[in-house]
């Protein structure tokens, strides 16, 4: 199956799974898993995107993060230039949609690529933790260029096999939460 088709198929599922109270009970067990990890520990300026409906959601692992007295990153993207580097989240209330719909850092903070733990966003992923996202390329470009620990937390849905690309970067760790 194609790309494409493996992206769109697996969104489906995502927006599926939103409606159900077991993604509440998954993300909170995908948060917790994450808490545990020696990375996130060890970690004190992190990367994690500001997440969408149909996603894992972010929010409650960015308040955590937050609460522990480190440093959140978010994406800050440009679209022309299809270029991503990452912007500190001092505060939830300091966010608005872009022109695309997706939240980003309304506050003038701090704009770097160096990060002690990313964790990495993604639609369908393999068991070797490479990973398909929207299309854009963005986080495959970023992490072909910066070195820092990797996460992806997804449901089990979102595993499927597919044709490695030589520009595909993978994850290190996958964290996976049963929906069945």
């Avoid at 194609?2 to 998954?26: C, G, V, W, Y």
């Avoid at 300026?45 to 972010?58: A, N, P, Y």
């Avoid at 495959?140 to 996460?151: N, R």
């Amino acid at each position: 199956m194609s790309k494409h088709k493996l992206r769109k198929e697996t969104i489906n599922k995502m927006k599926q799974f939103s409606d159900q109270d077991q993604k509440l009970s998954a993300d909170q067990y995908l948060t917790q898993q994450l808490m545990n990890t020696s990375e996130y520990k060890s970690a004190y300026r992190i990367g994690v995107v500001l997440s969408m409906q149909h996603e894992v959601d972010t929010y409650p692992i960015i308040s955590k993060i937050l609460n522990d007295d480190k440093k959140v990153f978010v994406p800050e993207t440009n679209y022309k230039n299809k270029t991503m580097s990452f912007k500190e989240l001092d505060n939830l209330s300091n966010i608005a949609p872009d022109d695309k719909g997706i939240n980003y850092v309304t506050s003038d903070t701090e704009i770097t690529n160096d990060l002690d733990l990313l964790i990495v966003p993604g639609v369908v992923f393999n068991n070797k933790g490479y990973r398909i996202g929207y299309g854009g390329g963005y986080f495959d470009k970023f992490l072909s260029q910066h070195q820092q620990p990797t996460i992806s937390l997804i449901y089990d849905f979102q595993i499927n096999n597919f044709e490695i690309e030589a520009h595909d970067q993978p994850v290190q760790k996958l964290i996976i939460a049963t929906t069945n």
